[in-house]
């Protein structure tokens, strides 16, 4: 399948190589030159379960793709939030009637910003469970598995997603089909909702947090917001599912020592967060539907003001 992917940061970097070495025509456009220049000397680089991996594919500057020639039959968005409407816009050149687009990023609403660009019927809404880390310019760290949900937008369901889902499934990617993916969605945004924010500003590991007398009443603060807010869309979610994916986070022989993708971008690289796509989101639609959110909105507001005194661009 010709595929772009666009945003080839870590996770971007994951699917771009696994779909590659699944014999798919893989197209990368991203806004970070120095990594740009780098995928162009020496392919795109990895350290993949241990092994070290390479691989040239074409990369364009998303400003750039004006020149490119080239018929996607898919289009995998991985920017970080902040940076989804720009590349929407910049790759609306590459993007046909039949091109379909594939979101996975963490977070509530995207496909609102999607919708402006592509019509219903392409959209492909999901979320994940892979996770990835970039080294530096070029190189991405990739270890253990994970799995992928999804959902066609448009009225005919499933038959839309199953070519895409046989390519991702190919390429060892785990998807499948949900009937509910704002379920899924809602349910991955509460283990970013607590682990993100909490561990950037407690500056802790998953596991350290986890331990702590009061991890438990404060987890169960901010869950109740995304509950009583996906109540109020009918989007169901189950507490005791929900709170086992966040416990299975501090479990020290499987993730539990890492620190979430926002300490890394905050803490460790300065970079703004997508703060308020997770708990901020919440804070909006609690606005909307009147439903409290003082969790969320004290944790929105500390992180953006960790972002101020780091100077986060
Ligand atoms: P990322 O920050 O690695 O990459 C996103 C974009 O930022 C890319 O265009 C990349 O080139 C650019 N970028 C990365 N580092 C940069 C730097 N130092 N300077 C300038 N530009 C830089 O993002 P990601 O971790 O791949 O996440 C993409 C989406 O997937 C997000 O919504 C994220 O929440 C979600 N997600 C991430 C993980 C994970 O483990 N990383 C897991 C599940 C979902
Ligand atoms: C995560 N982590 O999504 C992934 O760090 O942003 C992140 C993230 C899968 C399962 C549990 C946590």
Redesign the pocket.
């Known amino acids: 399948m010709k595929i772009i992917i666009a945003?080839?940061?870590?996770?971007?970097?994951?699917f771009a190589l696994m779909l590659h070495q699944a014999q798919n025509d893989v197209l990368l456009v991203?806004?970070?030159q120095?990594?740009i220049d780098a995928i162009r000397k020496d392919g795109l680089r990895a350290n993949f379960n241990g092994e070290e991996i390479s691989a040239k594919m074409p990369i364009y500057h998303q400003e750039e793709v004006s020149k490119v020639d080239f018929s996607a039959e898919l289009v995998i968005l991985?920017?970080?939030?902040m940076?989804l409407e720009g590349?929407l816009q910049a790759i609306k050149p590459l993007v046909h009637k039949e091109t379909k687009v594939l979101c996975?990023?963490?977070?509530i609403g995207h496909e609102d910003i999607i919708k402006k660009y592509v019509p219903l019927e392409n959209v492909l809404l999901g979320?994940?469970?892979?996770?990835?880390?970039?080294e530096g310019?070029g190189k991405a760290k990739l270890f253990g598995n994970?799995s992928i949900d999804l959902q066609s937008l448009g009225t005919e369901g499933e038959s839309a997603a199953r070519p895409v889902l046989d390519v991702l499934n190919a390429a060892k990617l785990n998807a499948k089909y949900s009937e509910n993916i704002l379920s899924s969605i809602y349910k991955?945004a509460c283990v970013?909702g607590t682990m993100n924010g909490l561990c950037t500003i407690l500056d802790a590991n998953m596991a350290d947090f986890g331990e702590t007398s009061v991890a438990e009443q404060i987890v169960e603060a901010i869950v109740s917001e995304f509950f009583a807010v996906a109540k109020a869309q009918n989007i169901e979610l189950h507490h005791d599912e929900v709170m086992a994916q966040i416990y299975s986070c501090y479990n020290r022989e499987t993730i539990g020592l890492h620190h979430p993708?926002?300490y890394?971008?905050l803490i460790i690289?300065h970079?703004l967060t997508?703060i308020d796509?997770i708990n901020g989101a919440i804070v909006r639609k609690g606005q909307q539907f009147n439903i409290p959110t003082p969790y969320c909105s004290f944790l929105t507001e500390l992180v953006h003001a960790k972002e101020e005194i780091l100077g986060a661009k």
Do not use: I
């Not at 991985?78 to 939030?81: A, C, L």
């Not at 979320?127 to 970039?134: S, V, Y």
């Open positions: 945003g080839v940061g870590a996770m971007g970097s994951r991203d806004g970070w120095a990594h991985f920017t970080k939030v940076q590349m996975l990023l963490n977070g979320n994940t469970m892979w996770t990835a880390g970039l310019p994970g991955k970013n993708s926002m890394q971008d690289n970079r997508e796509y």
